[in-house]
């Protein structure tokens, strides 16, 4: 769903909340993702505002169809850009 220079965009955004970064980049709401990965709008939320400090691999994969990027687009290790 994100064009590549939307991908560049969203990789070059702080670490630490690329989920809402993500969602307004393809202009998108949070029930339109929920709906369609199959989550419920408040999760979608949580996880945008940063308030799960774990995601499930299972829900993170949803995410990432949806945006059609990478685990590590959307959630970084939590030491990048620590040097």
Do not use: H, W
């Not at 991908?7 to 307004?24: E, H, K, Y």
């Not at 989550?39 to 169809?65: E, N």
């Amino acid at each position: 769903m994100l064009t590549e220079r939307q991908l560049a965009v969203l990789r070059a955004s702080p670490p630490s909340n690329r989920v809402a970064t993500a969602i307004s980049l393809a202009g998108v709401t949070q029930v339109t993702v929920a709906a369609a990965i199959g989550l419920t709008q408040a999760y979608v939320s949580d996880v945008a505002r940063g308030r799960y400090s774990t995601i499930t691999v299972a829900s993170a994969r949803k995410f990432t169809r949806f945006f059609g990027c990478s685990i590590d687009d959307l959630f970084p290790p939590r030491n990048e850009g620590v040097e």
